[in-house]
């Protein structure tokens, strides 16, 4: 497809977009996703917002009850826009990091960003100086706005030539000081073109090799109008909160924007592990959880322990879960216990969000969905040819949104004849509804035979002691490899590897059964909580 005439000064993001012959077919077949040629993301969420909703209502709050209404944070976002753009030298396709925690103010820079027509590269507040050093690399980053309690490891990081302007801090030099000389002037958005890059985000590094992922401003837009605005269904009224941060884009979807485009609230906490989740809902009305399924497995056990603690869970309404696979036994307690139903969904970095989902009635506990509507899918052999429903096969994705690697040579392996090939390991059911399998990369073969890690894992899962479990393959020279389940158990628990080995072969078939069980106090995640088995493959 012919890209537009580019706004940007700086061009390198579009000067490191992958061949067009490598990039997936984009569809835009939905009324909704027929984009103008020139448009600011940031505008369309934040002015065009206020100009539908009014200045007055509650955009973001903070822990501590702040509350910023759409007003003040179009006012605050336009100030630092100026600063971004007329203190610090920012031109339209400059690269921007972003790094803090997950809060109001992080959310305003990013916007900011998108106003001025910069590129924003977001990282988690987590990240350590190799790794900051590694993805100004990559994008060649030469501005950094960071939240002052984490500036230290961004300056280790000895990145050359980059500008760092802290916010948060006292200085005079202090990016919110800087803003207050621009409070009250309104900031018109750069008319970036639809299909200039908005952000380039990276991957989690649950394989140990980051890639870059560059996403224009029509599709953030085009997460929004099909899976939120068809699967999830917002309103102006409902109060978003989540675990996954704003350097992910899980997080950056359903904390920023999905609320935003709905005129709805978001509540960005700094700290959103499940123990400060379930009393944040009842405090701050929570409508709308984002979050992956071990945190909805330890809510589980937080209201099972803590009866008395008072949780009010009456104000949600949605509850979404992504990341990583959602085991039917771990949805149907989360029914059992609040009577909601958790809206499955698989989404990728290099997809920017969910794609395959469903919700209320459609919703099959250990199924992941069907197609969003503006995307399609299917199954398909390493030839890229479709399997029959029923087989396992390679998952292909397809939609408005697509892969575009920076400057990467795996984009020829996840994106052929057109189609975007996730690395997941999928079954079609004849009427349409996908099945998880395994990670295509975490299928063990044993003495012949294809055994799914996460088949094997929803088993323990049912046991009673079993709180989090990996299951990978060992190499072994007589059968290949062996089924090795990494297991944590509940605090107190008895139970020994003798007595899982005899539970899980009443669920599953002899030779699925782990062979081998290691007990772990907890296993290795990324700071998004995904799951690391290439460090448990590593150790095997």
């Given at each position: ?196 890059v908005a952000l380039i985000a990276f991957t989690s590094g649950t394989t140990g ?332």
């Open positions: 497809m012919e890209l537009k005439p580019s706004a940007h000064a700086d061009t390198f993001a579009r000067d490191h977009l992958p061949p067009p012959q490598t990039w997936p077919q984009l569809l835009f077949e939905l009324p909704e996703l027929a984009y103008p040629d020139r448009l600011n993301c940031g505008a369309e969420l934040l002015d065009a917002t206020v100009d539908r909703f009014g200045p007055d209502r509650p955009a973001l709050r903070d822990a501590g009850g702040g509350v910023w209404t759409y007003g003040e944070l179009r006012e605050r976002v336009d100030a630092l826009a100026h600063v971004l753009t007329e203190d610090l030298g920012v031109v339209p396709g400059n690269r921007v990091l972003l790094r803090g925690p997950t809060g109001p103010w992080t959310a305003a820079c990013w916007l900011a960003v998108m106003k001025a027509g910069a590129v924003a590269v977001t990282v988690l507040a987590q990240a350590r100086p190799q790794e900051l050093a590694t993805v100004c690399a990559m994008a060649q980053v030469r501005h950094a706005l960071c939240a002052a309690p984490v500036l230290d490891d961004l300056v280790k990081a000895e990145v050359p030539g980059l500008r760092i302007t802290p916010y948060g801090g006292r200085d005079e030099a202090d990016l919110l000081h800087l803003a207050r000389r621009h409070t009250g002037r309104g900031y018109p958005a750069v008319a970036t073109s639809a299909d200039d090799r980051p890639k870059g992922c560059m996403h224009f401003h029509r599709d953030v837009l085009a997460i929004a109008d099909t899976f939120s605005r068809h699967v999830l269904r917002p309103t102006p009224d409902d109060v978003f909160a989540g675990s996954p941060p704003l350097g992910f884009t899980f997080g950056l979807g359903g904390l920023l924007v999905f609320p935003l485009r709905a005129g709805a609230c978001a509540l960005l906490l700094e700290q959103a592990g499940p123990r400060q989740l379930l009393p944040a809902v009842g405090r701050h009305r929570v409508s709308v959880l984002f979050t992956a399924p071990t945190a909805y497995r330890t809510m589980l056990d937080e209201l099972a322990t803590h009866p008395y603690e008072g949780y009010d869970l009456g104000s949600l309404r949605r509850c979404v879960s992504a990341g990583e696979n959602l085991p039917a036994a771990t949805w149907q307690a989360w029914y059992e216990s609040t009577g909601l139903r958790i809206i499955n969904g698989i989404g990728a970095t290099e997809l920017l969000h969910i794609f395959i989902s469903a919700a209320d009635e459609d919703i099959r506990p250990g199924t992941t969905g069907r197609p969003v509507p503006g995307w399609q899918a299917r199954v398909v052999d390493g030839n890229g040819r479709p399997v029959p429903d029923g087989e396992p096969g390679l998952l292909a994705v397809r939609g408005p949104v697509g892969c575009r690697y920076l400057a990467d040579p795996r984009q020829g392996e996840y994106v052929r004849d057109g189609w975007n090939l996730t690395g997941d390991t999928y079954v079609r059911d004849p009427d349409g509804w996908f099945r998880y399998v395994a990670r295509a990369d975490d299928m063990i073969i044993s003495s012949g035979y294809n055994i799914a890690g996460p088949e094997v894992e929803e088993a323990l899962l049912r046991h009673p002691d079993v709180q989090e479990v990996a299951v990978v393959g060992r190499p072994d020279e007589r059968r290949g490899q062996v089924v090795v389940a990494y297991t944590v158990l509940r605090e107190g628990s008895t139970a020994t590897e003798d007595s899982l080995k005899e539970f899980v072969r009443a669920e599953l078939a002899p030779h699925k059964c782990p062979r081998v069980f290691v007990f772990l106090p907890a296993l290795p995640r990324t700071a998004t909580g995904k799951l690391q088995r290439f460090r448990l493959r590593d150790l095997e």
